[in-house]
């Protein structure tokens, strides 16, 4: 039975340029929830899709947009890049009718921005 | 709005020794829920515990043990005769209801470094 995964594991991009970060769910799973995690601090969320949409947001612009694929799984798009969106990018799936609580994350992405 | 403190930034224990985690959180809504992860090296967030409001009985499962206190705003975690293994950043979270989990305001972590 797989776990969350995504990739890439490691990315290095330049300023200004765009993203696409991907995650697979776990088997069975149809939620997927986003998270970004600054080095020495905790995960902040990003966003939750559920059926193909948005669910949920939390306190990021409009250059972060998701997509949500038929087969559950997920894109993660960051647009004109910043220094500061330098972080580990977490991915994290549950199925909906158990509850959000029980989410299993994947090991992130690692995104460098220069 | 929500906030959560932990205030250890840093904890080096030798193993066998029991270390205690705190975490101190701030709300205003009467129902709410809390929760402590594990992050090893590795990346992966790990969940272990889920508690809320309602329920402020002690859990123990096996060498870890969770101490929520509503009147002090606390949801402190311990564990007991520490290992090598438990090396790892611990996170506690507080999320406003369960449906909206995935909104949970996180501290900034703990990490617990146990040398042999």
């Known amino acids: 039975d797989a776990g969350v995964t995504q990739s890439p594991t490691h990315l290095i991009k330049t300023r200004g340029q765009q993203v696409t970060l991907r995650c697979s769910p776990k088997s069975g799973h149809d939620t997927v929830s986003w998270y970004q995690q600054a080095l020495g601090q905790g995960p902040q969320f990003i966003f939750q899709?559920?059926?193909?949409?948005?669910?949920q947001r939390g306190n990021f612009p409009d250059r972060f947009s998701g997509h949500q694929f038929p087969n559950y799984s997920s894109e993660l798009n960051v647009n004109a890049l910043l220094l500061g969106d330098s972080a580990l990018y977490l991915c994290a799936s549950s199925l909906a009718s158990i509850g959000i609580h029980e989410q299993y994350f994947g090991p992130g992405t690692r995104l460098t921005v220069t | 709005a929500q906030k959560v403190t932990q205030a250890q930034t840093e904890i080096s224990v030798v193993e066998k020794e029991d270390v205690t985690l705190d975490c101190v959180y701030e709300?205003?809504?009467?129902?709410?829920?809390l929760f402590w992860y594990k992050q090893p090296p590795s990346g992966e967030l790990v969940f272990l515990i889920r508690r809320n409001s309602f329920d402020e009985q002690n859990e123990i499962s096996g060498r870890y043990s969770w101490n929520f206190q509503k009147s002090t705003s606390s949801f402190n975690f311990t564990i007991t005769a520490s290992q090598v293994v438990d090396s790892a950043v611990y996170f506690c979270?507080?999320?406003?209801?369960?449906?909206?989990?995935?909104?949970?305001?996180f501290g900034d972590g703990t990490t617990l470094t146990v040398k042999p």
């Open positions: 709300t205003r809504d009467t129902t709410y829920y």
């Open positions: 979270a507080l999320s406003e209801s369960l449906a909206n989990a995935g909104k949970s305001t």
């Open positions: 899709y559920y059926e193909e949409e948005e669910r």
